[in-house]
């Protein structure tokens, strides 16, 4: 078995292909809901290929068991007769972590959706790996809570997906990361072995703390099938800011206002350039008016404040909007009147990922980078494709022969996180070279890192020794060895 989209990767000669044996022994443990086969009239291709459609395997079978007892049976099978497995949760991976390079089996947790239990005292939420964060998010506002992590994606990834990405979002500047979120985990090792460590504890230092082993994983040595989680209290008042900004050195300005006006109350300050914006603006295709007139500023800042009393809230906003005027850091700026125009300013933010994929293909650059050295990536991949004859000079210039339509950024300036995204026509073997190793050199030569919230997955494999040392991959690497010996977990990707 070869595969031509990706010709420098070979099937690994270790693993079994699957046979009829196997497949009578998954009908013995499953039943004909748990089996999806070529033959069955759901598409096995949403399963192989990502979101962005840029990475496509070639599995010929998607297991997708209703309970952690019989993904223990399944992995212990799967081990024994060294059978790859790709875990999967909602499928929007960004570095093509979630779908098989060749014909691995494809482990969806999509039937394991249960919400197991939720204390309202202390706010601490157990689940299944296969519930969708929004349906998460919606059980808990009935009770005044909600989930510490939010992102465009919120209606199809799943808590699983999320905790095994490290996923951060719009608001970890306020809630944290779920290295701090996460309280315990429910997970089958590769051999089968049930780990069943749903704390309910604030406090536990019993040694390692072996569940962060998992956050962020990206399904390399076992399977999350349960998560307890420490949510937070629903705030009563939230708005939000949209505004326009003439350069970026007054979106770090803006931001250390921010911080030191609005304080506890800041809950978001994401970054968009002109240019990701002209992208939603097209793919909204007019369903939304752009927030403030026309979309002709350099830079948009979104800021969401919120608390526990709305007249509180709302007057701290406006009077660190009226400052940040007189100090002319903000040219433009609107602030939702009521919960529609709140939404649809996120809109605004969340669009902008498929948007940058909707001219044909997208390469995406999740990196950390020092606050003052985050937008000049996208200035040097502009000039760099530019360079080698891949974009237009002029970006209204819309030049058929040139693949590349230009590198945007956005991200979460909070969290020092920049998206840099190049909006392609089609993804080219040019455009990756002149993107790869560039990107990642920049990145080291700034101290940043090449993977800040969406993981290495397939993407980066070859890249992750612009963050991480030799020392420090060897002991991943003893990591893998010594919970998944035969390499049956995700195989072929960053590990
Ligand atoms: P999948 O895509 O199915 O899988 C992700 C990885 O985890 C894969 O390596 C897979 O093998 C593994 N995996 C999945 N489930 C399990 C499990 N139960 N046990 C073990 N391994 C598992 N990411 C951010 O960090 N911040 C954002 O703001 C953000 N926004 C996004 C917006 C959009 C529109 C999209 C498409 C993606 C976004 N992402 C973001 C990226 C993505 O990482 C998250 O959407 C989410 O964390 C993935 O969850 P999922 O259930 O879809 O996992
Ligand atoms: C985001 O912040 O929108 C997400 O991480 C997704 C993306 O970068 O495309
Ligand atoms: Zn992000």
Request: contains cysteine; negative net charge.
């Amino acid at each position: 078995l070869t595969s031509s989209k990706y010709p420098a990767l070979k099937r690994s000669e270790v693993f079994k292909q699957l046979n009829s044996d196997d497949l009578r022994y998954f009908e013995s443990i499953l039943t004909k809901a748990e089996i999806l086969r070529p033959s069955d009239s759901e598409n096995l291709s949403l399963y192989n290929e990502d979101w962005m459609r840029k990475y496509k395997g070639q599995s010929k079978l998607v297991l997708k068991p209703k309970s952690v007892e019989k993904i223990s049976l399944i992995l212990k099978y799967c081990n024994q007769e060294k059978l790859a497995v790709v875990p999967q949760g909602g499928n929007t991976d960004l570095v093509g972590g979630s779908v098989p390079v060749f014909d691995e089996i494809i482990l969806s947790l999509n039937n394991l959706n249960k919400i197991r239990e939720f204390d309202p005292l202390t706010g601490i939420f157990k689940c299944d790996a296969g519930v969708i964060l929004e349906n998460a998010n919606t059980f808990l506002n009935k009770h005044d809570y909600m989930f510490p992590l939010d992102l465009g994606a919120k209606g199809s990834c799943q808590i699983g997906g999320c905790v095994s990405t490290n996923a951060g979002g719009l608001r970890l500047l306020r809630y944290g990361s779920l290295h701090g979120s996460v309280l315990g985990l429910e997970v089958v090792l590769p051999n089968g072995e049930i780990v069943s460590s749903m704390h309910s504890l604030r406090k536990d230092n019993t040694g390692y703390d072996l569940k962060q082993l998992f956050i962020g994983a990206e399904g390399t040595i076992g399977v999350v099938t349960g998560a307890s989680i420490l949510t937070a209290p629903n705030p009563k008042a939230v708005n939000v800011s949209f505004l326009a900004l003439e350069d970026f050195d007054k979106i770090l300005k803006l931001y250390g206002k921010a911080k030191s006006e609005l304080c506890e109350n800041l809950s978001a300050f994401e970054f968009m350039d002109k240019e990701s914006m002209t992208l939603t603006d097209i793919h909204l295709k007019g369903e939304l008016a752009f927030p403030l007139g026309e979309n002709e500023h350099p830079f948009y800042i979104l800021i969401e404040v919120s608390g526990s009393n709305k007249s509180h809230n709302d007057a701290k906003l406006e009077s660190f909007l009226e400052g940040a005027m007189e100090e002319d850091l903000i040219i433009d700026g609107t602030i939702a009147q009521d919960e529609t125009e709140l939404q649809n300013l996120w809109k605004w933010r969340e669009t902008v990922p498929e948007s940058c994929l909707s001219q044909g293909g997208v390469y995406k650059y999740d990196v950390s980078l020092p606050l003052k050295d985050l937008y000049s990536l996208v200035d040097a991949t502009n000039a760099r494709l530019i360079s080698k004859g891949l974009m237009s000079e002029n970006p209204n210039d819309k030049d058929p022969n040139k693949p590349a339509i230009g590198a945007t950024g956005y991200g979460h300036i909070g969290d020092g996180n920049l998206h840099l995204n190049i909006a392609v026509n089609e993804y080219t073997k040019e455009i990756e070279e002149a993107l790869e190793p560039f990107v990642y050199e920049f990145v080291q030569s700034k101290k940043g890192s090449i993977s800040a919230e969406h993981g290495l997955g397939l993407q980066k494999k070859n890249y992750v020794k612009y963050s991480r040392s030799p020392i420090e991959i060897q002991m991943m690497k003893d990591l893998k060895h010594h919970y998944d010996p035969n390499g049956i977990m995700n195989p072929y990707k960053y590990i």
